[in-house]
């Protein structure tokens, strides 16, 4: 088989079937690729919207477990898939067209760790208008997952939904998600890019990211902060890995520190409470107990706040955050 499919299906009754249909207007034969749908005890219709379309093919497979979250959910399709190549699609969002067939033939004929495809944002008004798209020529950039990781990765860009994975490449390896928690992909990815030895860049677009239904400053919350401080710190303790170049341990602290300023800058946006903004800089103290950022007198000045006088640094992050909703206001 050469494609496993791995759906999560948690509350998305609104979007389910379409993102299932888009699964099979890709041109494949149903030999060639099974859908392994994994239904994290949603609390909705999700499984029942779908009954009829499982029923009338024999490649789904529905898997039932406890709520745990979509990272387990991730890693136990994997476990589960039978496919030379696994595709984590988000299941509110949907497949172009005939646009895995030609990844997913290129993956096989170059036997790439990782096929990295280009992507649609739309709306839910944008999404129901769309009539299809022209696809570019398909072309191709082949690089070491050192080079794209040096080269091309970015912590704000962390998405699993648009990239094939060699299974074997990720079960070799030992790479899982960490259980449990939001912003799961950024430790994840990294991890592949380290240990890839043959990733492609493709300007073939795959899928339609359905944006607006939630935005990270709008709804962040402790729960939610706590989840960005376990990815920061499980980012962090592949800063310990001994197969590092100082290329790649210089750009990892530097990812690392990104994604430590979202989470000040979070935290600052969102929490106005001081006495809720304290304890997560001390869960990030106390998952990742040896942070520290030394690259730039910026990174210098930061952990030094951080570390030494942690309620200042987020009171006045705060402060310069309300000062500037302030001056955006008054602009209006």
């Avoid at 990270?216 to 376990?230: H, M, N, P, Q, V």
Wanted: proline letters at 4%.
């Amino acid at each position: 088989m050469d494609l496993s499919i791995i759906v999560p299906v948690y509350n998305v009754e609104k979007y389910i079937l379409a993102s299932i249909e888009s699964i099979y207007r890709q041109g494949l034969d149903e030999e060639r690729f099974e859908v392994i749908i994994i239904d994290d005890e949603t609390k909705d219709h999700s499984i029942e919207v779908l009954a009829d379309f499982i029923s009338k093919h024999q490649n789904i497979r529905v898997v039932h477990q406890k709520n745990q979250g979509l990272s387990v959910v991730r890693n136990n399709g994997i476990l589960m898939a039978q496919g030379t190549y696994v595709f984590m699609p988000d299941s509110d969002d949907l497949l172009i067209e005939h646009s895995v067939m030609p990844l997913l033939n290129l993956a096989l004929e170059s036997h790439a760790d990782i096929v990295t495809a280009d992507y649609l944002v739309m709306n839910d008004e944008q999404v129901s208008h769309f009539n299809g798209v022209e696809q570019p020529t398909l072309q191709y950039i082949e690089k070491t997952g050192t080079q794209v990781f040096l080269e091309d990765y970015s912590p704000y860009h962390s998405y699993v939904w648009r990239m094939l994975f060699r299974r074997e490449f990720i079960t070799e390896n030992h790479i899982t998600f960490y259980p449990g928690i939001r912003y799961e992909d950024v430790p994840f990815i990294q991890e592949c890019y380290l240990k890839a030895d043959k990733c492609l860049k493709t300007n073939q677009l795959l899928n339609i990211y359905r944006m607006g239904h939630e935005s990270a400053t709008r709804y962040f919350s402790i729960e939610k902060g706590k989840d960005l401080c376990i990815a920061i710190s499980e980012t962090w303790k592949l800063t310990h890995w001994e197969g590092h170049t100082p290329q790649t341990l210089r750009k990892l602290q530097n990812n690392v520190y990104t994604s430590f300023l979202f989470l000040i800058s979070l935290i600052a946006y969102s929490i106005p409470c001081a006495k809720d903004r304290y304890p997560l800089l001390d869960f990030l103290k106390e998952k990742a107990p040896d942070i520290a950022f030394h690259n730039t007198c910026k990174q210098q000045l930061s952990t030094f706040l951080f570390w030494k006088m942690p309620h200042t640094y987020i009171d006045g992050s705060y402060r310069i955050r309300q000062l500037l909703k302030r001056i955006r206001r008054y602009r209006h």
